[in-house]
T-cell receptor, first 111, second 110 residues
């Protein structure tokens, strides 16, 4: 079983709030990813990291930011949430050429 | 046009039927993934393949690199197989992030 955890699972919050979505993995994976999935749509890569202090933007432009201060932790932050940020956010990790392990996702709703 | 196309988009079948989901991609890849997503949103990796065929239980995945096509088969389908099945391409070189198809919504009726 994959050991990658996302919190919260669900978040409903008002416009303008600062939000941090947590993602942690206990597998020692060096690579971590954030994907965004709008309802009924495909997933898109928004951020990835190859290791500590490494962060890159993905294929889909996002107003969110990420940090990778520790190997096991890859939080995603929205400084000022807007309704357009309503989506599901999935975190994943892997090492080398191995399959990515996915978290259960965070369903975010901005009112 | 998406770089990864899946068909069918929706599929309803009876328990026991043989299921085939197709995936075509238009980019160079180093590997192709088949993923399963349940209604709660969590995703499980089923297969990662770069050539030939892989089998796990009742699931079989094949890939034809020359034709840029992959298929996922489910034998003796069961209602618990109901989920969204997603094809995702790992492009060669650069980032390891995946490029996803839109998914196939599979419902297996008892």
């Amino acid at each position: 079983e994959a050991d990658i955890y996302q919190t919260p699972r669900y978040l409903v919050i008002g416009t303008g709030k600062k939000i941090t979505l947590e993602c942690s993995q206990t597998m020692g994976h060096d690579k971590m990813y954030w994907y965004q999935q709008d309802p009924g749509m495909e997933l898109h890569l928004i951020h990835y990291s190859y290791g500590v202090n490494s962060t890159e933007k993905g294929d889909l432009s996002s107003e969110s930011t990420v940090s990778r201060i520790r190997t096991e932790h890859f939080p995603l932050t929205l400084e000022s949430a807007r309704p357009s940020h309503t989506s599901q956010y999935l975190c994943a990790s892997n090492s080398g050429g191995q399959p990515q392990h996915f978290g259960d996702g965070t369903r975010l709703s901005i009112l | 046009k998406n770089e990864v196309e899946q068909s069918p988009q929706n599929l309803t079948a009876q328990e026991g039927e043989f299921i085939t989901i197709n995936c075509s991609y238009s980019v160079g890849i180093s590997a192709l993934h088949w993923l399963q997503q349940h209604p709660g949103g969590g995703i499980v990796s089923l297969f990662m393949l770069s050539s030939g065929k892989k089998k796990h239980g009742r699931l079989i995945a094949t890939i034809n690199i020359q034709e840029k096509h992959s298929s996922l088969h489910i034998t003796a389908s069961h209602p618990r197989d109901s989920a969204v099945y997603i094809c995702a391409a790992l492009k060669g070189g650069g980032a390891d992030g995946l490029t996803f198809g839109k998914g196939t919504h599979l419902i297996i009726q008892p």
